[in-house]
């Protein structure tokens, strides 16, 4: 009789990824859960996504050094300055991802601005720490529009444009059709939505 981690390495013979929720045995999802972890420990499948799993031999699991380098590239040669964690999926494993976002934040290459974004930095010429290249009201609406958000000038913004106030925005609120949950900026400094 076959181990569980033997029926699950099994299933990838058929498939190129295979969801944890795919993986249906006489087993309770714990169990499941462990033989994964053990799969991923002895490095025969590897993570890609949040539930999601390859074998380690197909499509290269490079180091986290390597995708660094790519996902270092990648940043330099790109006009844009937000970036999604999506941007870099295909780099390599959702963990390998992970662990080279973390290295170019530490590095000061990369900024964290919210759940999954992140904006090109560079050092401060004031503070000496890591900041964005550009403002943080650019940032958000940059980052807005890349998870598919309307953004249309604040409240503030539009008093002040057709002259009933005297009050010079500050630029750090930005109306916003959708619902947004998230926060965006950094290092304590953050935008206000305001629902437009």
């Not at 601005?113 to 560079?122: D, F, R, S, T």
Request: hydrophobic content about 35%; cysteine-free.
């Amino acid at each position: 009789m076959s181990t569980l981690a033997d029926q699950i390495l099994e299933r990838f013979r058929d498939s190129e990824t295979i969801a944890r929720t795919e993986l249906s045995f006489n087993a309770n999802y714990d169990s499941i859960g462990r033989a994964l972890r053990d799969l991923v420990k002895a490095r025969k499948i590897v993570r890609v996504g949040r539930g999601r799993y390859k074998l380690a031999g197909s499509g290269g699991s490079t180091s986290s050094a390597t995708i660094m380098d790519s996902i270092d590239r990648q940043v330099r040669r790109s006009k844009r300055n937000v970036f999604l964690r999506g941007d870099f999926e295909k780099l390599g494993s959702y963990d390998g991802v992970g662990r080279a976002l973390r290295q170019m934040i530490r590095s000061g290459k990369l900024v964290q601005i919210g759940y999954g974004l992140y904006a090109k930095a560079e050092l401060s010429p004031f503070s000496g720490k890591p900041a964005p290249v550009v403002g943080i009201k650019r940032l958000a609406t940059e980052a807005l529009g890349r998870l598919g958000k309307s953004v249309k000038p604040s409240s503030f913004e539009q008093a002040y444009n057709s002259a009933r106030s005297t009050q010079v925005p500050t630029g750090r609120t930005i109306a916003v059709k959708d619902r947004v949950r998230r926060r965006i900026g950094y290092d304590g400094k953050y935008v206000i939505l305001e629902r437009a």
